[in-house]
Structure formats: structure tokens, C-alpha cells
């Protein structure tokens, strides 16, 4: 059913992925020159101090990545009458989740390099919203187990 408390959990999976893609995740700011470099679900941009976007990179695949995410999360919740095939798009979601976060680890890492930061910057929350999701997918899935378990347990009483 869909009242179900996995439900909830999936569908905080889906807002979380609607934060990733609608705040920053990532913001870089160059003590030396005053320039921000900030990275979001689309573009990776170059501020100088003045605010003046210098350079803007398409980050897509990042938006893509995270729509799939959210897109699987809401598709999985309609799934509550096959439990087996509802965990296995929770767990390949989680894989997903684990890439996106990878990605934005490799891009932030990648610019850091490039401009010679001193520090890796500062994680918004945007990027904190993947790992509440990762949670929150995990959550959904031990519940599904517990009602997989129980519907097991009384077909054994019959």
C-alpha cells in the first residue's frame, strides 16, 4: 500500500533529489584574486569579486543523474505489490546515488587542482541532500524487508 512507511522514505528521497537540483552543491572561494568558483546540478561557474560570472561549464549529466534518481525513487513507490522488485530499484538507486556523489567529488577535486585551492571548499547543501537520500533509501529499504518478512511469517501460520 501506499501509506506504507517506505513510501514516505521514497518520496523524501525524491525531494532530496529536487534540493540537489534546485540549490548549490559545491562553492570554492580564491582568497588571492576574490574570485567564487560554484558548482550546481547544471553549470560549474566562475565568479570574480566583483560577481561577474567569468565562465560557465555544463554540468548536465550531474541534473540528469539526479532527476533519474528522483525519477526511480517516485516509480519505486508504486511498486509496493512486487517488495522484491521494489528493493532492487532501491538498491540500484543507491548505486546511482553512490556515482552521483562520486561525480561531484571528481568535479570539485578536478577544479581544486586546476586553480591550486589551498582547502577543498565548502559543500552546500544541495550535496548534503544526496547523502540524506542515500539514508533515507536505505531506511526505505529495511522497512520493505520487515513487511516482506511479516507477509512470509503468516503465510507460515496458514
Known amino acids: 500500500m501506499i501509506q506504507r512507511l517506505q513510501s514516505i522514505f521514497l518520496l523524501l528521497v525524491a525531494v532530496a533529489m529536487g534540493l540537489t537540483l534546485g540549490l548549490d552543491l ?3 572561494v580564491v582568497a588571492d584574486s576574490g574570485e ?12 570574480d569579486a566583483s560577481g561577474e560570472v567569468l565562465h560557465a561549464a555544463s554540468k548536465w ?14 516509480i519505486s513507490i508504486f511498486q509496493y505489490r512486487n517488495r522484491g522488485r521494489q528493493m532492487m530499484i532501491n538498491m540500484i538507486n543507491s ?20 586553480i591550486g585551492a589551498v582547502d577543498n571548499g565548502e559543500y552546500g547543501i544541495g ?28 503465510d507460515r501460520i496458514r
Open 95 to 114: 548505486l546511482f546515488m553512490v556515482g552521483l556523489v562520486a561525480i561531484i567529488f571528481l568535479v570539485t577535486n578536478g577544479v581544486n587542482k586546476a
Open 61 to 74: 549529466y550531474i541534473a540528469a543523474l539526479a532527476s533519474f534518481v528522483g525519477l526511480l525513487a517516485i
Open 36 to 47: 567564487t568558483w560554484k558548482l550546481n546540478a547544471l553549470f560549474m561557474n566562475q565568479i
Open 127 to 154: 550535496f548534503w541532500a544526496i547523502l540524506a537520500a542515500m539514508v533515507c533509501n536505505m531506511l526505505a529499504n529495511r522497512f520493505i524487508r520487515k513487511d516482506e518478512a511479516l507477509i512470509k511469517s503468516v
Open 26 to 28: 559545491w562553492t570554492q
